[in-house]
């Protein structure tokens, strides 16, 4: 059974910086992508970025380029999204997910098999 564990969100102020990571577990993941995506009150889920298991191809929502930035531990099966300059309007519960095989084309949240159960990331003026 897939199980995928974030963790590291927190309050910061807006310019600071957060790590999450997401662990997963429960089966080989060589052929399988990983995502981020976030969820704000209101707000429909949205894709924020994705990375082979391998790390050899990542991308991202043009709302976080430049700002935040996926790698991934093969040893310790995690994935780390790095956020740096948040904005308030990063403010939002964070969201793993995995699907077999990356896809640049899979950013919507029915592309994706697994989900973690979120952690919040809040960011002040």
């Known amino acids: 059974q897939v199980q995928l564990v974030e963790s590291g969100g927190g309050l910061v102020q807006a310019g600071g910086s957060l790590r999450l990571s997401c662990a997963a577990s429960g089966r080989t993941f060589s052929n399988y992508a990983m995502a981020w995506f976030r969820q704000a009150p209101g707000n429909e889920r949205e894709f924020v970025a994705a990375i082979s298991w391998s790390g050899t191809i990542r991308y991202y929502a043009d709302s976080v380029k430049g700002r935040f930035t996926l790698s991934s531990d093969n040893a310790k099966n995690t994935v780390y999204l790095e956020m740096n300059n948040l904005k308030p309007e990063d403010t939002a519960v964070y969201y793993c997910?995995?699907?077999?095989?990356?896809?640049?084309?899979?950013?919507?949240?029915?592309?994706?098999?697994?989900w973690g159960q979120g952690t919040q990331v809040t960011v002040s003026s």
């Open positions: 997910a995995a699907r077999l095989y990356v896809a640049s084309g899979a950013v919507a949240s029915t592309d994706y098999e697994y």
